[in-house]
C-alpha cells in the first residue's frame, strides 16, 4: 500500500471487490474516499427529499458495513457534513461513517467523479429549494459531471464516500 505522502487524490484502491477512488487527504491523515463504479443502480432516493431514512441511505449503509468489514470499524471514521440546498440554504447536518456526496464537494470534485464508463446518473444529498427548478428535487450526477436533479421518486444510481483513515494505507 502507500505510504501518507503518496496519497493524492485520484488514487485508486480496492476494497474487497469495490474499487476506491481517494478524492482528498486532510492535513490530519483522513482520506475522503468515493466508489468509483455505482455501488447501486437504479434506486429510488426515497419518499421525500430528507437523506435520512431515505432508500439511498439504506444502500449506502450497506456499503458501510462492507467497508468496516474490509479496515475495522475504528478505521472508517464517523463525520458530521452540513447539509445545505442547491442554493445554499441549511437543510440540516448528517453524521455517520458513510453518506453521499453534497452538491458542494461534487462541484469541488467534479474533475475526479466525471466517468463517461458509468453507466447512470448518481444521487447527491443535496436537495433542490428553488420551487420553480423542482418541487420535489434532489441533486444528481450525469456520467460527464454535469449536475441536475430528479425527483426523489425517481431512480439513479448510488456512489456513497466514507472518510478512512490513513493507517490503513501504511500495511
Known amino acids: 500500500m502507500k505510504t501518507k505522502k503518496e496519497l493524492k487524490?485520484?488514487?485508486?484502491?480496492?476494497?474487497?471487490g469495490v474499487e476506491m477512488l481517494l478524492l482528498d487527504v486532510s492535513e490530519d491523515g483522513?482520506?475522503?474516499?468515493?466508489?468509483?463504479?455505482?455501488?447501486?443502480?437504479?434506486?429510488v432516493f426515497g419518499d421525500s427529499t430528507?437523506?435520512?431514512?431515505?432508500?439511498?441511505?439504506?444502500k449506502v449503509?450497506?456499503?458501510e458495513q462492507h467497508m468496516i468489514k474490509c479496515f475495522g470499524a475504528e478505521n472508517v471514521l464517523e463525520n458530521t457534513v452540513e447539509i445545505l440546498t442547491v442554493d445554499g440554504k441549511k437543510a440540516g447536518t448528517y453524521t455517520g461513517k458513510s453518506r453521499l456526496l453534497t452538491f458542494d464537494e461534487a462541484r469541488k470534485y467534479t474533475d475526479l467523479i466525471e466517468d463517461e464508463n458509468l453507466p447512470d446518473w448518481w444521487w447527491l444529498m443535496s436537495p433542490w429549494s428553488?420551487?420553480?427548478?423542482?418541487?420535489?428535487?434532489?441533486?444528481?450526477?450525469?456520467?460527464?459531471g454535469f449536475i441536475d436533479s430528479n425527483d426523489y421518486?425517481?431512480?439513479?444510481g448510488v456512489r456513497p464516500v466514507c472518510i478512512l483513515s490513513s493507517f490503513i494505507f501504511n500495511s
Open 61 to 63: 449503509k450497506e456499503f
Open 30 to 43: 483522513q482520506v475522503l474516499c468515493i466508489t468509483k463504479d455505482l455501488y447501486a443502480e437504479r434506486v
Open 50 to 58: 430528507e437523506y435520512e431514512g431515505s432508500n439511498v441511505e439504506k
Open 130 to 144: 428553488i420551487p420553480r427548478r423542482r418541487k420535489w428535487g434532489v441533486a444528481c450526477v450525469c456520467p460527464s
Open 153 to 156: 421518486d425517481y431512480v439513479n
Open 9 to 16: 487524490p485520484g488514487l485508486t484502491f480496492d476494497a474487497d
